[in-house]
């Protein structure tokens, strides 16, 4: 059985910082292309930051310089590391699996963030 769980959120003021864990069971996790997805109130799930299986990352403009992600093969985990928070960064933020080989993917239950004062 599959199973993506996220931790790690909360609220914090803006300018503040969260590191947000997902941790992976039941999948080669190695093999899969780990992304962060975040879905605000009202708008559609769009992508946050994605780290490959042959280690490439790429991010969203909106974050870049803000937030780092980053993975521990030995431990199937993966982390997002946010610094100078900001209230349009609110939202549920959700782990993703995908496999480029079967083009399946997993998906956590995600967590919230809340950057407000």
């Known amino acids: 059985q599959v199973q993506l769980v996220e931790s790690g959120g909360g609220l914090v003021q803006p300018g503040g910082s969260l590191r947000l864990s997902c941790a992976a069971s039941?999948?080669?996790?190695?093999?899969?292309?780990m992304a962060w997805y975040r879905q605000a109130p009202g708008k559609q799930r769009e992508l946050v930051a994605s780290?490959?299986?042959?280690?490439?990352?790429n991010y969203d403009d909106s974050v870049k310089g803000r937030f780092t992600i980053s993975r521990n093969n030995a431990e199937n985990t993966m982390f997002l590391r946010m610094n100078s928070l900001k209230p349009e960064d609110t939202a549920v933020y959700y782990c993703?699996?995908?496999?480029?080989?079967?083009?399946?993917?997993?998906w956590g239950q995600g967590t919230q963030v809340t950057v407000s004062s």
């Open positions: 039941g999948i080669i996790f190695s093999r899969y292309d």
């Open positions: 993703n699996a995908h496999s480029g080989y079967s083009g399946f993917d997993y």
């Open positions: 780290f490959t299986s042959n280690s490439r990352t």
